[in-house]
């Protein structure tokens, strides 16, 4: 019983428009019905005008910010809208329930759409009683009472659906968001541990050749330092085209070609890396490249991390249909130490992500005294997507 409608209805317009509409067909009623009825022995002017002005006030109180028990709304417009009926006024007087259907079948729940159906049908039954108005006209006003109220019912199922669409929207929106900031983490990962593990090992190598070839130790921080200014150079290239879309120049992803110079890279910074693959890369869509590239770099960052000293294998094998790609070091040197100092744990976790981006699977574990990654990826990703200029570093 105290259950209230929402005052607050979108459009706003909707609202102010049911009640200057409500306002309209009343002085019409006032106006023309007074006229028609003057003399007779039923209401009076003064009543007229008494019943129209409570009909009036409860819309007034309806469409405001005023919340009141949604019966009281419903006797205090359709209670009027029967006396008036009631009295023979049924030229203009039968728009007053169609007003108030409308308004029901917009405004209020399911249950209240039904009611108001109801209470509008209702409201027109004293007019037929023998000897008070025409049966005729019940079929017309009762139709009428239907019309109004479906277009009510169909007006507010548009706006529902209008806003499922755009709370749809506002979490699609977020999905992205959230996305990009993942991916975003993921790029700067692979960027920044990359370098650092190949980094690390040029240093470790001058460390371990200084005191005797010394030529060779300042060759290796040469190239250490060449690395970390590229790595410089990286992230800001990454950071300039997120916050500058209007970039000119989008410099070209790595791909699958470009794994022969990544192996060869920590080749040079002193590790046992071999490269084989089996098939022709330029079959493969540069997107699913793009994440190739980024999975060999992350698993050799890792080698280079936990197994200093280990052997790498790296085998891409692409089949008609599935693309296999493995890595896999063996236990680190004896003597070495691992640098767990520089994992973040996200590695595993952005390759995962990037497998399952294509459909595919990923298998990482112990394996022949040391690890493997393994992953099986769909020529044909069920999941496609662009790739964004932020990935291109």
């Not at 200093?308 to 008609?320: L, N």
């Amino acid at each position: 019983m105290r259950e209230r409608w929402a005052r607050i209805v979108q459009p706003w317009w909707v609202a102010p428009l049911h009640c200057v509409v409500a306002a309209l067909v009343c002085a019409l009623v006032l106006f023309f019905e007074d006229r028609r009825f003057e003399g007779s022995a039923g209401l009076s002017a003064t009543q007229l005008l008494a019943l129209g002005a409570v009909f009036m006030a409860a819309w007034l109180i309806e469409t405001s910010a005023l919340g009141w028990p949604r019966l009281l709304f419903l006797a205090a417009t359709l209670l009027p809208a029967a006396l008036i009926l009631y009295d023979g006024r049924d030229t203009i007087a039968p728009f007053l329930p169609m007003t108030v259907a409308s308004w029901g079948a917009y405004a209020g729940s399911r249950r209240t759409r039904y009611v108001t159906l109801a209470l509008a049908l209702a409201s027109l039954v004293p007019t037929f009683i023998p000897g008070r108005g025409e049966l005729d006209n019940l079929v017309s006003w009762s139709l009428g009472i239907l019309l109004t109220w479906s277009m009510g019912a169909t007006l507010a199922r548009q706006q529902r659906l209008l806003e499922q669409l755009q709370l749809a929207r506002e979490r699609l929106a977020q999905q992205a968001a959230a996305e990009e900031r993942r991916r975003i983490a993921r790029e700067i990962h692979d960027v920044v541990a990359h370098t650092l593990a190949v980094t690390m090992l040029h240093i470790t190598g001058a460390r371990h050749v200084l005191g005797r070839e010394p030529a060779r130790a300042a060759e290796a921080l040469e190239q250490a330092e060449a690395l970390g200014r590229q790595s410089l150079a990286d992230i800001r290239r990454v950071v300039g085209l997120l916050g500058d879309d209007r970039a000119a120049v989008v410099p070209a992803a790595p791909d699958l070609d470009q794994l022969p110079a990544l192996v060869g890279l920590y080749k040079s910074a002193g590790m046992d890396a071999h490269l084989c693959v089996d098939g022709d890369t330029t079959t493969i869509g540069p997107a699913l490249g793009l994440d190739l590239y980024r999975i060999v770099q992350e698993a050799l960052t890792n080698a280079a991390r936990y197994a200093p000293g280990a052997r790498v294998e790296v085998r891409v094998i692409m089949d008609a249909t599935i693309v296999r790609l493995t890595v896999w070091n063996s236990a680190a040197r004896q003597g070495s130490r691992p640098a767990l100092g520089l994992g973040g744990g996200r590695g595993l976790l952005g390759i995962r992500e990037r497998v399952a981006l294509h459909g595919g699977l990923t298998d990482a574990g112990a394996d022949r005294d040391g690890w493997l990654v393994a992953c099986q990826i769909p020529r044909e990703s069920r999941h496609v997507r662009q790739t964004p200029a932020a990935e291109v570093a």
